[in-house]
């Protein structure tokens, strides 16, 4: 079977263990499987450290496309100097920027929980802690496969968005069950039902000419303050440089500055 | 009380009494054997004809593993012989993924599952080998390390039982090197 076509380029590593940097094309590609489930909501992702400033009223019914309102950043960038809180500053500033209702419903806010009430057919896949944590970190589209009057289709999502259960009816069963799901719901001339099996296939959008390398060259220094690569010099040895990371498809990580294509690369070892 | 006549027995009919006598004795006997001996007695051999097509030395390693020994215990030899294919198959199919993995973690992108072996002789647990090969096949085109590794780490998994190294019943487990991070070859 083709390996998945997923994240990034070919193998850049040496023998050693080593990897040569260079830019490549950066994009996520998730093929899941999933089943379809009655929706009645669809969700507003408004990412920690930001905030939706509204445009509408709650209980205010919306149009596909109408905006919403406008994301903002909780008290603006950090002026940290730690790569870390930098690279976490640049992710929740890609968020900034108009919201828009990408199906017709009643518009629902409540504190930071932003909602569209609209029924239809989802199709859903749990997700485990990491999981979520790692898909919240980008925006995704999607297209699903999913059973219909007509056998299988593939079909475009209309909106994809990340839930997180409120509640946990048995936790001690549920002790590192999956908490998140990630939805992409169907569109209304879709005729197929609940509970049926589905491949969903979520797709970041694309971005050239980045610099990825391994997450395994990717660690923390001593005070954890920084993401740091470990650089070959021109004598052999190795010295720790302070990158800034962007996303990651858990394998792969986006390096935004702090490396050059050509640079050689170690394993990092975490502290 | 009614009188019992006791009934003196001629020689031929004592010798009947001792023949059937003998043979239930060693019927018992055999039966007691059969009981008491371990799980092994009905444990084929690497040259069976089950494992025609599979590694030897995989073979040989899983005839010898207790795990294994254990959960046969008590099956019908048939059942048993199906069941050891099935491992074999799956020590094989297991350490492919946990080599899959450690590939993508280093490489940055999944590699194909390599074709795995098929015996000449399919056993009945044949079905389930194609079921787990499909599923790792699947994560493996899945984009998704996290699926893979949920795989290798579940406790109900083949990455559970199945030592990492070949011939190291001893040692580290599949989902042990998973979750311990490492990386094979030269770890990293």
């Known amino acids: 079977m083709a390996p998945s076509p997923n994240a990034t380029t070919a193998d850049e590593s040496a023998a050693s263990g080593e990897f040569r940097v260079k830019k490549t094309r950066f994009q996520v590609t998730y093929r899941l499987d999933a089943a379809t489930a009655e929706g009645s909501a669809i969700g507003i992702d408004v990412p920690f450290g930001t905030r939706l400033v509204p445009s509408v009223e709650s209980g205010q019914r919306v149009k596909p496309g109408q905006v919403l309102g ?21 992710l929740r500033a890609r968020s900034v920027g108009p919201v828009l209702a990408e199906v017709g419903g ?4 409540s504190g930071s929980a932003v909602w569209v009430e609209s029924s239809g057919i989802d199709v859903v896949v749990g997700l485990k802690p990491l999981q979520e944590l790692r898909y919240r970190g980008m925006a995704f589209s999607g297209s699903a496969s999913v059973e219909t009057v007509l056998g299988q289709q593939a079909v475009p999502c209309m909106a994809v968005w990340l839930s997180r259960s409120k509640s946990d009816p048995d936790p001690e069963a549920n002790s590192g069950a999956e908490l998140a799901s990630v939805h992409c719901r169907l569109g209304e001339n879709v005729e197929t039902a609940p509970g049926l099996s589905a491949v969903l296939v979520l797709a970041s959008p694309a971005q050239n000419d980045v610099v990825t390398v391994p997450i395994i060259y990717i660690g923390l220094d001593a005070g954890g303050e920084n993401y740091v690569a470990r650089v070959r010099q021109g004598d052999g040895s190795y010295s720790e440089r302070p990158v800034i990371v962007g996303a990651t498809d858990g394998v792969r990580r986006v390096v935004l500055s702090g490396l050059e294509p050509g640079d050689v690369l170690a394993p990092v070892v975490e502290p | 009380m009614p009188s019992v006549e006791r009934v003196p027995a001629s020689s031929g009919s004592r010798k009947v009494y001792l023949r059937v006598f003998g043979r239930i004795c060693a019927i018992i006997l055999v039966a007691a054997v059969a009981g008491c001996a371990d799980s092994r007695a009905d444990m084929p051999s ?20 207790p795990v294994a ?63 787990a090969t499909n599923t790792i096949e699947s ?50």
């Open chain 2, 46 to 65: 690497s040259s069976d004809p089950v494992f025609v097509g599979l590694d030897r030395s995989v073979v040989e390693e899983v005839l010898s593993s």
């Open chain 1, 106 to 109: 009643v518009a629902r806010i």
């Open chain 2, 139 to 188: 994560l493996l085109a899945s984009g998704d390390i996290e699926l893979l590794r949920n795989e290798l780490t579940n406790t109900a998994g083949c990455g559970e039982w199945i030592p990492a190294s070949p011939g190291d019943l001893a040692g580290p487990t599949i989902s042990d090197v998973v979750r311990g991070g490492q990386l094979g070859k030269d770890d990293g």
């Open chain 2, 69 to 131: 020994q254990d959960r046969v215990a008590g099956d019908a030899p048939e059942v048993a012989r199906s069941r050891y294919q099935g491992m074999v198959r799956n020590f094989v199919l297991c350490r492919s993924a946990l080599a899959a993995y450690q590939s993508w973690l280093r490489e940055g992108q999944a590699p194909p599952l390599p074709e795995q072996p098929e015996p000449l002789n399919p056993a009945s647990s044949a079905a389930s080998i194609a079921r």
């Open chain 1, 70 to 90: 406008r994301i903002e950043l909780v008290g603006g960038l950090s002026d940290a100097e730690g790569t870390v809180e930098q690279s976490r500053d640049l």
